[in-house]
């Protein structure tokens, strides 16, 4: 593995996380609370459950990254996003406040990717599936998310259809 990692690739996964917590925002903003907790159709996920499994994603791998550059000789567990979320529901926040939660957190993450050195993007993370670099652990979380902002668009664009629809 090459020791300095592509700027262009650094750059492209900062951005794409540093801006997915104002999506979130946009679309709460949009559609309020109750409409953001909508399912747009049953067996689609509502804006709300887009967010929480995004956060729980974020948390797991916000986890590794954090846990590697205070322990790199450790190994690093995957997590079931799953129950993460679960729990992350559990919690009982509001939607509101859950897109804070994932905001700050967010700034933070993006603060420290910001700071780090070639050598912590390109160094191996041991994991139970193998070793990865940050570097690919972003590029992985990025290209996740992209996936369920698209996800989110969708199921905002059908909130806004089935509320113009609606006739009493």
Known sequence: MSSEPESHAVEAGI????QSPGHF???LAHLGEARFGRRPAPDDWSPLEVLRHVRASDLIVASRIWNWLTRPDGVHLGLDERKYGDLLARAGLSA??????FTLRRRELVGLLSGLSNQEWTSPVRTDFGEVSILRLVGGIASHEQEHLRQLAGAVDANDTAIRGFQP
């Open 15 to 18: 951005a794409i996380l540093g």
């Open 25 to 27: 925002e946009a679309a």
């Open 96 to 101: 509101t406040d859950q897109v804070r939660a």
